[in-house]
Nanobody, 122 residues
Framework: QVRLVESGGGLVQAGGSLRLSCVAS????????MGWFRQAPGKVREFVAS????????YYDGSVKGRFTISRDNAENTVYLQMNSVKPEDAAVYYC???????????????WGQGTQVTVSS
């Protein structure tokens, strides 16, 4: 099973940018669909974005579409989340996750990182 470690979280001013990274261990990283999820205090965890193993397909929640970009480097076993035009409502713990299922829902993601905190100042 793949192991995931996120980094890149921190304090960002509203309107600013931040890039999250998630490094995966395991030789089969390139065959996993990768996703980013987030959970704000008192709220349920929600989907942010996902990318297929070939980077051919990306999906975004409507709240981040046009502002966030998910990408991956299979040679580096890393998936990224570029966050631009950050809003106060983007503040949350961001989790990286992996699944081998096609068309996966959140419950299908089988490996999760420990999360990285994103704080937004207004």
């Amino acid at each position: 099973q793949v192991r995931l470690v996120e980094s890149g979280g921190g304090l960002v001013q509203a309107g600013g940018s931040l890039r999250l990274s998630c490094v995966a261990s395991g030789r089969t990283f390139s065959r996993y669909t990768m996703g980013w999820f987030r959970q704000a205090p008192g709220k349920v965890r929600e989907f942010v974005a996902s990318i297929s193993w070939s980077s051919g397909s990306t999906y975004y929640d409507g709240s981040v579409k046009g502002r966030f970009t998910i990408s991956r480097d299979n040679a580096e076993n890393t998936v990224y989340l570029q966050m631009n035009s950050v809003k106060p409502e983007d503040a949350a713990v961001y989790y990286c996750a992996a699944t081998r299922k096609v068309g996966a829902t959140m419950g299908d993601f089988e490996a999760w990182g420990q999360g990285t905190q994103v704080t937004v100042s207004s």
